[in-house]
Structure formats: C-alpha cells, structure tokens
C-alpha cells in the first residue's frame, strides 16, 4: 500500500493557475498508475486525470483537456497536476489516488485502492 497526501490547494482568481503535488509514502510507488479526481459539494466525485506507471501516457477529462496536465516523477514518489486557465466550475476538493499494475487510463473511482485526503481548489469569479 501507499499512503497519499497531496497539497497545493489554494483560492485563486478564474484564469489563474494552480500546481498540485500528491506525495507517496511506502514500497514500489512506479508500480502504480496515478489519477486525480475531485468532488464539488453536492456532487458525485468524478476523474480528472491519470497517469500511467512509467508517465508514457496520460489520460483526461474532456472538461479540463487544454488546460490540466498531469505528470509524475518516480525518483520523488510524487505525481503532480498543473492546473492553467481555471474557471470557477473547476471549484472543488481534489484527490490523487493509486491503482497498482493499473493502465493509467482508469476513470472510475472504485478502481484505485489508495486515496489521499484532498487538498480544497477555489476559483473565484
């Protein structure tokens, strides 16, 4: 198992930009597939992005497409999400999540074993 913890929420202006980092403690991290997700209160938690193992292919949302990129780095046991030209429907808690041996193109929750705790992204209109 991993434990994940992310950080770089923050409450920005639309147009702005954010970068979140999510952190992974424990064994063999480049063997798990990456992915964030967020939930906006009243609203079911949907999938942002993922990431493969080995970072050779990434996989969005067709609402944040243009405008996120996800990305890792194996040696630092971190994935990352650079957030640009946020808008304020973007406004929500953000989770990574890890699913071991997974494809990286995994867009349902269930999928994944480990969460974080979620890092809260406001974007001000």
């Known amino acids: 198992q991993v434990r994940l913890v992310e950080s770089g929420g923050a409450l920005v202006q639309a147009g702005g930009s954010l970068r979140l980092s999510c952190a992974a403690s424990?064994?063999?991290?480049?063997?798990?597939?990456m992915g964030w997700f967020r939930q906006a209160p009243g609203k079911e938690r949907e999938f942002v992005a993922a990431?493969?193992?080995?970072?050779?292919?990434?996989y969005y949302a067709e609402s944040v497409k243009g405008r996120f990129t996800i990305s890792r780095d194996n040696a630092k046991n971190t994935i990352y999400l650079q957030m640009n030209s946020l808008k304020p429907e973007d406004t929500a808690v953000y989770y990574c999540?890890?699913?071991?041996?997974?494809?990286?193109?995994?867009?349902?929750?269930?999928?994944?074993?480990?969460w974080g705790q979620g890092t809260q992204v406001t974007v001000s209109s």
């Open positions: 999540a890890a699913n071991r041996y997974g494809s990286g193109r995994a867009v349902v929750p269930d999928v994944y074993e480990n």
């Open positions: 990431i493969s193992r080995g970072a050779g292919s990434t």
């Open positions: 424990g064994r063999s991290f480049s063997t798990y597939a």
